[in-house]
């Protein structure tokens, strides 16, 4: 009897087979081409943003990790390894928990428009106006190796190279360490970045700067070391300090020895320290404002000493023997901000931007000017004082010069009572009177 086909009902459990069967094929399928799926869908979603060309590989995809490997995107952003490791549940809560990015490379340029990337300037835009349009996760620890950006600035080209770890935490705070070592026209310095923000976007760092340099054509220092210390919040900066040092600065043809500088700004007060020694002398500053205020005022006090060998570099026609000056001096800026204005300016005006207060304190063993001839010494004190039409320089307790010798062929020129009588002065006394402005006294020597 020859056989019969099977009845329908006998043929209907085969259907969910076949149907489980294809799913399973389709599943492997999708399984097998997850790494160029995900790559197409990664390029279409970059292209949507305006990133191209954007080239990566995907070597790796599954429920416990990603890796990206030769990333490109546009002419300035790399990356040769991207490799993110998660579980399930943590991708279910946003998170994702190691992360590494190694040999990031990114070119920028920094110019009026902001920091712009070249091939990336749609995404650059879009986040200027408050978008971001691919979200980063939150991560548990991101490691940096090899990271490197090269920039172009108003102050010529900057190489910034990073390494080291940041980690964050759910409620969205984050902890930085990084190593640092920024190189440029104008100098460089490598160090240490500590860096700490909350949930809030209240950030506090400290950069440690382990050596460091300023290269300018007007000044150049060396040996750079400190640390710089931030505080601030989305409002605005809170607290600012730093404390440097170095080892060598040479500035307008002098050469410095080693010496520091402070600067600490906290509940609107600005304050700046500056200590300077040389061969010939020492310089110390300090300056207070409140920079907000407008107009800016700022209050710097100095105080220094230098030698006879510096002050003949300030009289270049005089010849000084040793000796030494010292001088503390008080400005009060009225508007700071109007020093940096391009303008001229009479005399009467630089001055009326301040008031001035003075004292110079001089004690040389020998001083000869032209036409006066040598004096043995000149001591001294002389103030300097704001005066509503200018300045008003006295000499409160006399200035003497002692062991003057007149020029011989200035007297020649004389009529004989006259050189005859200046040729014998020995002490020469200039002082204020209690009753007459300005008082001239005479000793006379032996004339050899």
């Keep these: 009897m020859p056989d019969q086909p099977p009845s329908p009902k006998r043929r ?23 790494l160029p799926l995900a790559e197409w869908a990664g390029r279409h979603l970059l292209a949507e943003q305006g990133i191209e060309p954007a080239r990566f590989e995907i070597t790796r995809l599954d429920f416990t990790g990603l890796t990206l490997r030769d990333l490109r995107l546009g002419t300035g952003l790399s990356a040769d390894v991207i490799e993110l490791r998660y579980d399930l549940a943590a991708l279910r809560r946003g998170r994702i928990g190691d992360a590494l990015i190694r040999n990031l490379h990114l070119r920028a340029r ?19 106006e408050g978008e971001i349009p691919v979200p980063l996760l939150p991560f548990d620890r991101l490691r940096l190796e090899g990271a490197r950006i090269e920039a172009e600035t108003p102050a010529g080209p900057a190489t910034l190279e990073f390494d080291g770890t940041a980690r964050g935490d759910a409620e969205g705070g984050l902890e930085a360490e990084l190593g640092l070592r920024l190189d440029g026209d104008m100098g460089g310095f490598a160090g240490t970045l500590s860096a700490v923000m909350d949930s809030e976007g209240a950030v506090g760092a400290t950069l440690t700067v382990t050596e460091g340099a300023i290269r ?32 060598s600065l040479d500035a ?23 200590s300077l020694a040389w061969p010939e002398g020492r310089l110390s500053l300090h300056a207070t404002g409140d920079p907000s205020a407008r107009p800016l005022g700022v209050h710097v006090t100095a105080e220094g000493a230098f030698d006879g060998a510096m002050i003949q570099t300030l009289l270049p026609d005089a010849r000084v023997g040793g000796g030494r000056a010292t001088f503390g001096l008080g400005v009060e800026l009225h508007d700071a901000l109007a020093l940096t204005e391009r303008r001229e300016r009479s005399p009467a005006e630089w001055l009326a931007l301040a008031t001035i207060d003075g004292t110079l304190e001089i004690a040389l063993e020998e001083l000869a000017l032209e036409g006066l001839g040598r004096a043995g010494a000149l001591q001294g004190r002389v103030t300097l004082a704001s005066a509503p039409d200018g300045l008003v320089i006295e000499a409160p307790d006399g200035l003497l010069l002692e062991g003057l010798r007149p020029d011989a062929t200035r007297l020649e020129a004389l009529p004989e009572p006259a050189a005859a009588l200046l040729s014998t002065i020995d002490r020469l006394k200039l002082s204020d009177g209690e009753r007459t402005p300005f008082q001239l006294s005479l000793a006379l020597g032996s004339g050899q």
Excluded: N
């Design 12 to 34: 209907w459990w085969r259907i969910p087979l076949i149907a489980l069967a294809l799913l399973a094929l389709l599943l492997v399928g999708l399984w097998l081409a997850r």
């Design 110 to 128: 920094w110019g009026e428009e902001g920091l712009t990337i070249p091939g990336l300037e749609s995404l650059s835009a879009q986040e200027s």
């Design 216 to 247: 300018h054509e007007i000044a150049t220092l060396a040996g750079l070391t400190g640390t710089l210390g931030f505080e601030g919040s989305p409002d605005g900066v809170d607290r600012l300090s730093a404390a440097f040092e170095f080892t």
């Design 252 to 274: 307008a043809g002098t050469a410095f020895e080693p010496g520091r500088f402070e600067l600490r700004f906290d509940e609107g007060v600005a304050e700046a320290e500056a």
